[in-house]
Each structure stands twice: as C-alpha cells, then as structure tokens.
C-alpha cells in the first residue's frame, strides 16, 4: 500500500457517499475500469488529477481533503441565491443563461430610465 492515507480518505468517501461496495460496481460508478477501482480503494496508486476531480465531484467531496487530507471534507453549502446546475443538460443551462441575461439586461435598462 503506497498510499494508506488516500486510500483511507478513498473508501470514506465512497462510504459516506453510499457508492457501489463492489469493485466492479464502483469503477462503473467512477468511471475507471475494475482494476483502477481497486488501486485506489488499496492505495496502490493515485488517479490523474483529472480523474481525482471526477471522483471527488461523484462522492461529494473537496479534492484538496480528497488527495491530502487537508481542508474540509465536503465543500460548504453555497449560498441560498446560488443554484447549482452542474447536472442539468448544456441545453437546459444555456437557456436559463439566457433567461438570466435578458432579466439583468431588463433591470439595467429599468434602472438607467
């Protein structure tokens, strides 16, 4: 085990976030092949900070804990005005980009008037 406290970290996370307990069903889950998923539930190696990013995003917690143990273990709640539409389709967030811009655009007008 190279890296016993990512690991340690790794199968928190996978825990508290109820994903897959089967190596299998988790690098599905992850999107890494059975083998990977392994590697870092045994701390026999570290994802790509590309993959570690994807994890992180997937278990809900901050990358920085994630492969260091340091800062807090989830992100904090935005604030009550910030949705997040990370999830949504691309279609659906430009149009409420768009349903946004047309509402400030609105406002600025209202106001300079």
């Known amino acids: 085990m190279n890296h016993p406290d990512f690991a340690a ?5 996978c825990r508290v976030a109820n994903a897959p307990t089967t190596m299998e069903a988790l690098g599905r889950h992850l999107g890494v092949s059975t083998s990977m998923a392994w ?3 045994t701390g026999e190696k570290l994802p790509s900070m590309e993959k570690a990013v994807e994890i992180a995003m997937k278990l809900g917690v901050c990358i920085e804990w994630l492969l260091t143990g340091r800062g807090p273990r989830v992100p904090p709640a935005p604030p009550g005005d910030v949705l997040d539409l990370s999830e949504l389709p691309e279609d659906a967030r430009r149009n409420l980009r768009a349903l946004v811009d047309s509402i400030r655009s609105s406002t600025k007008k209202k106001d300079a008037a």
């Open 39 to 41: 590697n870092y539930h």
């Open 9 to 13: 970290r790794f199968r928190e996370a």
